[in-house]
């Protein structure tokens, strides 16, 4: 398990803190998230390379991009399989 919490607010709360808290630019979809407005979210910044460190520009840029909250900006299965982290 990637993410452990008791529900999806705990999850949430710790997916931001290691990714950061995303942007309107960096989500667009969030807004058609029923509820979504009623929710506050804690502002985080991103502290992935903390946590896992060590890693090259190419583990991160990989990670990041699988780990988005953007639909339409996170990479597909076939895309990770071509990136440069596995060549």
């Not at 999806?8 to 058609?32: F, Y």
């Not at 910044?45 to 990989?62: A, C, F, M, R, V």
């Amino acid at each position: 398990i990637l993410f452990n919490g008791e529900g999806q607010i705990s999850i949430i709360n710790q997916i931001l803190k290691i990714l950061g808290t995303p942007d309107k630019k960096d989500w667009p979809e969030a807004d058609k998230i029923d509820y979504f407005e009623c929710f506050d979210l804690p502002e985080y910044n991103q502290t992935i390379k903390d946590i896992i460190k060590n890693q090259t520009k190419e583990t991160y840029d990989l990670l990041l991009k699988m780990l988005n909250p953007s639909d339409s900006k996170r990479i597909s299965a076939k895309d990770a399989l071509e990136h440069s982290y596995f060549k």
